[in-house]
């Protein structure tokens, strides 16, 4: 015997739907599948609260704001390890200070990037900017950093800020640029 509630439901869908109410049942099963699919079933919903508790635990997280921030600090600094495993501690801390400030610092602490850090990512800037920068390695870097474009810009000096602007908007060669740019990074040594 056919479940009633299902035979009237499938009696809307096929005799009294119109468009709008199709695209809602269409949405609604799409939902429940997804459901289904991650939580193997309608007996197997999680507890939403048991949930998040669970996950925090797996995640390292105390639930404040400043476990959170210790937990992606602590991650980010495993990922620089794997990938550049030559940096040393004091280039990784300043990397993570630049990547994520603190916000009760009150803003830049005078701490400068590494000059050879810096120029690469000067480089990748200009090159993203420009348009000649590899989708893969462009990719690359907003998986490992987000909105990156922004947070190197943020990190810049003025100096080196108003010189980035000044070549992509062509109002200096490229000879001038890189004039400018060396003694702007010797100034930062």
């Known amino acids: 015997m056919a479940d009633p509630e299902l035979v009237r439901v499938m009696d809307y869908i096929l ?24 939580f193997g079933g309608a007996r197997n919903l999680p507890d939403p609260k048991k949930w998040a508790e669970e996950m925090t635990s797996h995640l390292n997280i105390e639930g404040t704001i400043e476990g959170l921030k210790k937990s992606v600090l602590d991650y980010a600094v495993r990922v620089i390890k794997q990938e550049a495993p030559e940096l040393k501690d004091d280039q990784i801390k300043q990397l993570t200070d630049a990547w994520i400030p603190d916000p009760n610092s ?14 690469s990512m000067i480089e990748q800037f200009i090159a993203y900017s420009s348009g000649t920068m590899d989708e893969a390695e462009e990719q690359g870097l907003r998986k490992e950093l987000g ?17 980035i602007t000044g070549y992509l908007k062509n109002e200096i060669s490229e000879r ?14």
């Open 15 to 38: 005799n009294r739907c119109d468009e709008a109410a199709i695209e809602a049942v269409a949405a609604a099963v799409v939902r429940r599948r997804r459901e289904l699919t991650m």
């Open 106 to 119: 009150g803003g830049d602490q005078g701490e400068k990037l590494p000059v050879d850090l810096l120029s």
């Open 147 to 163: 909105a990156w474009p922004e947070r190197y810009w943020k990190v810049f000096p003025e100096l080196i800020r108003l010189l």
């Open 176 to 189: 001038e640029f890189r004039s400018k740019l060396d003694t702007a990074l010797t100034m930062q040594a």
